[in-house]
């Protein structure tokens, strides 16, 4: 199985701030990475596929990037609706994976 | 606009067969090259992948579940079902149902069911 390792498991950020998260995969999976945002209660919800293309509708200050085994998930500027936890997801190979998420708070 | 609704029940007795199904309304479970998939989310922790089927029939579970998977579709009723049988309290979870397009990811999700395992 490909594990997928995120960094870091918790963050706390203040309104405005840039965020990074980081998710590696323990072997190449290409671009076959997937960003969700899941919402207390809520379903995850896609924002990021194929390592870097925005989902339709999700606001542009969230982006992703990388290639292999190495990506990153930023949000350019910390809004208060951004409290949620974060989870990459690959879907290169059988059986499909997450990360362990991160959970972002608002200081 | 694509709805998956997950459904069944929220208490199940150990050792029994958990069943649930995911009604589409929307769009046609057989148009288009999609994968159907259930989800489950442990209350507290994290998300981990049960197993999916292609519209065509092809299905692909988790190993770590595979012995006690089963998901189908029924095109004539237009929802997909999981069975998972012999369940533990390791099994409580919020399970979800969803869907992604070939060499996609999931861009749509049920709004999940809580299922219990408890005598």
């Known amino acids: 199985d490909i594990q997928m390792t995120q960094s870091p498991s918790t963050l706390s950020a203040s309104v405005g701030d840039r965020v990074t998260i980081t998710c590696r995969a323990s072997q190449n999976i290409d671009s076959w990475l997937a960003w969700y945002q899941q919402i207390p209660g809520r379903a995850p919800k896609l924002l990021i596929y194929?390592?870097?293309t925005l989902e339709s509708g999700v606001p542009s200050r969230f982006s992703g990037s990388g290639s292999g085994t190495e990506f990153t998930l930023t949000i350019s500027s910390l809004q208060p609706d951004d409290l949620a936890t974060y989870y990459c997801?690959?879907?290169?190979?059988?059986?499909?994976?997450f990360g362990g998420g991160t959970k972002v708070e608002i200081k | 606009q694509l709805q998956l609704q997950e459904s069944g029940p929220g208490l199940v007795k150990p050792s029994e067969t958990l069943s649930l199904i995911c009604a589409v309304s929307g769009g046609s479970i057989s148009s288009g090259s999609y994968y159907w998939g259930w989800i489950r989310q442990p209350p507290g922790k994290g998300l981990e992948w049960i197993g999916s089927?292609?519209?065509?029939?092809?299905?692909y579970y988790n190993p770590s579940l595979k012995s006690r998977v089963t998901i189908y579709i029924e095109t004539s009723k237009n929802q997909v079902s999981l069975k998972l049988s012999s369940v533990t309290d390791a099994d409580t979870a919020v399970y979800y149902c969803a869907r992604r397009p070939y060499s996609g990811s999931y861009s749509d999700w049920g709004q999940g069911t809580l299922v219990t395992v408890s005598s």
């Open positions: 089927m292609f519209y065509s029939g092809n299905t």
């Open positions: 997801h690959q879907h290169h190979s059988y059986p499909l994976t």
């Open positions: 194929k390592a870097s």
